[in-house]
């Protein structure tokens, strides 16, 4: 380990100093290497229909570190996010999450951030890579996630409606947990909702998250709009969220990401 991991490993990670400005580049160094070095991974998670199969399959990406182990993505997209890594990894995860299509024999979600989406030729680059690995579009979902603050401006309205025009599904990640939820809304068209899982945790005990829900359900039904729950993970919340009228479900209680070769294919619809 020591060897093959070479210089790499002077420099130890150290999740106190991410506003640090030295860290910052330490990071962003190390993650061109991970690109070149082939570190990057996508786990999937299944998401569940009222049926209790699988509909879809989410990819997160991973980051197995020579020397960290493995790295989730809270410690890097958000510096990714500060420079053109973000384009770098985001193409990577496109590519990757289009080639493990056959194999996963669902349709696949891939998160998209807002500094992706501000780049003009985004969808552009999306429809190439789509057509040049030859998958369905249809199968391709983009979940619009909200790390930096997303102002649906007019180059981000044309990418939604453009990859929407190609044939994939838009879909609003974390729904409630930004500043603007509602406004995205009415800002551009998409396909689906996510409930954000801050929302099912207390489903339980809290009135008032249980409303939300259940409004946001209201919602997605007069849009005509999938709504998928994040975060489940006890039954109890799955029976709340079914009776909310839920389209899918996805969290821990009814599987955990994890590596395409560990999947368990054979529930796949
Ligand atoms: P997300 O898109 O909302 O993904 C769901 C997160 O919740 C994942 O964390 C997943 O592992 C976790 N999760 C799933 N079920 C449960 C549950 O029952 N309980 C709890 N407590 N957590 C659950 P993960 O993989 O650490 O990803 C965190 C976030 O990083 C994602 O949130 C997404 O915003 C971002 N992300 C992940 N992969 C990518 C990517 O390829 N590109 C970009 N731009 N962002 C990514
Ligand atoms: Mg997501
Ligand atoms: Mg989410
Ligand atoms: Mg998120």
Known sequence: KGKKAGRRQVIAFDPDMLGDERHRRFVERELRAALLMDELELHYQPVFGTDMRVRSHEALLRWRHPVRGMIPPIQFIGIAEESDLIDKLGEWVVRRACADLAVLGTPVAVNVSPAQLRRSDFARQLGAMVAEA????????????????????????????????????????????????????????????????????????????????????????????????????????????????????????????????????????
């Open 134 to 269: 030859g998958i369905d579009p249809t199968r391709l979902i983009v979940e619009i996630t909200e790390n930096v603050p997303m102002i649906a401006g007019a180059v981000e309205q044309a990418n939604l409606d453009a990859i929407r025009t190609l044939g994939l599904k838009v879909a609003i990640d974390d729904f409630g947990a930004g500043h603007a939820s509602l406004q995205y809304l009415r800002g551009f068209a998409f396909d689906i909702i996510k409930i954000d899982r801050s929302y099912v945790a207390n489903l339980g005990d809290n009135r008032i998250d249980a409303m939300i829900v259940g409004a946001i359900c209201d919602i997605a039904r007069s849009l005509q709009v999938d709504v998928i729950a994040e975060g489940v993970e006890t039954e109890q919340q799955l029976e709340k969220l079914r009776l909310a009228g839920c389209s899918a479900f996805q969290g821990y209680f009814l599987g955990r990401p994890q590596a395409l070769s560990r999947l368990d294919i054979a529930s796949a619809a």
